[in-house]
């Protein structure tokens, strides 16, 4: 089975400007959910999506939003973005049931804001 | 308010020795607990996890021990191996079944040749 596979690894973008980052989980899996990694905050929960519904929801502000296509793919949005956004973006999928509570993670997208 | 906690920001071992890698959570409403290890611009791999209702979960050279009373988990690798250099974050996950993953701020570890 491929990986968790998130598109583009690294992105440059403007003060201000917005950005869409691109999330593809593993076959079968219907759970995604973004963290953000950053050196002060360590790794933090953005949200969690479900068969499309946001099922959870991390403390960060409306400019952070997602969604999720029928086919679990998962995008995350960023608008208006200020400096602090730059950080490491992790896209982890899970299966609908498990006995680890295991979340497969993706290899992140590096996201620079000047 | 930090649930997940890991204290030591780093540690160093000699390699064949024992690693002992300590979380604490602040939260009784968790169901699995997770270590993962991670490398610098990379996404965390799993190593091993353990649920709640049990004491000890082994695979291999890792083994993870629940203390629920204390609230106390903890990651032993042995034998320590370079290649386990990396940080190392604990995480636990909720009991409403979603996948939210709470993280400890990771420990450091570098095992010497």
């Known amino acids: 089975k491929a990986g968790v596979t998130q598109t583009p690894r690294y992105l440059i973008k403007t003060r201000g400007q917005q950005v869409t980052l691109s999330c593809s989980p593993i076959s079968g899996h219907r759970s995604v959910s973004w963290y953000q990694q950053t050196p002060g905050q360590g790794l933090q929960f953005l949200f969690e999506?479900?068969?499309?519904?946001?099922?959870n929801k991390g403390n960060f502000p409306g400019r952070f939003s997602g969604r999720q296509f029928s086919n679990s793919r998962s995008e995350m949005n960023v608008s208006t973005l200020e400096l602090g956004d730059s950080a490491l973006y992790l896209c982890?999928?899970?299966?609908?049931?498990?006995?680890?509570?295991?979340?497969?993670f993706g290899q992140g997208t590096r996201l620079t804001v000047v | 308010d930090q649930q997940v906690k890991q204290n030591s920001p780093s540690l160093s071992v000699q390699e064949g020795r024992i690693s002992i890698l300590n979380c604490d959570y602040t939260?009784?409403?968790?169901?699995?607990f997770l270590w993962y290890k991670k490398y610098p611009a990379e996404g965390p791999t799993f190593l091993i996890s353990i649920s709640s209702i049990k004491d000890k979960n082994e695979d291999g050279r890792f083994t993870v021990f629940l203390n629920k009373s204390a609230k106390h988990l903890s990651l032993h690798i042995v034998p320590s191996q370079p290649g386990d250099s990396a940080v190392y974050f604990c995480a636990a996950r909720g009991k409403d079944s979603s996948y939210k993953l709470i993280f400890g701020s990771g420990t450091r570890l570098l095992v010497r040749p």
């Open positions: 939260n009784s409403m968790f169901d699995y």
């Open positions: 982890a999928s899970s299966p609908a049931t498990s006995d680890t509570g295991r979340a497969f």
């Open positions: 999506y479900f068969s499309e519904t946001q099922r």
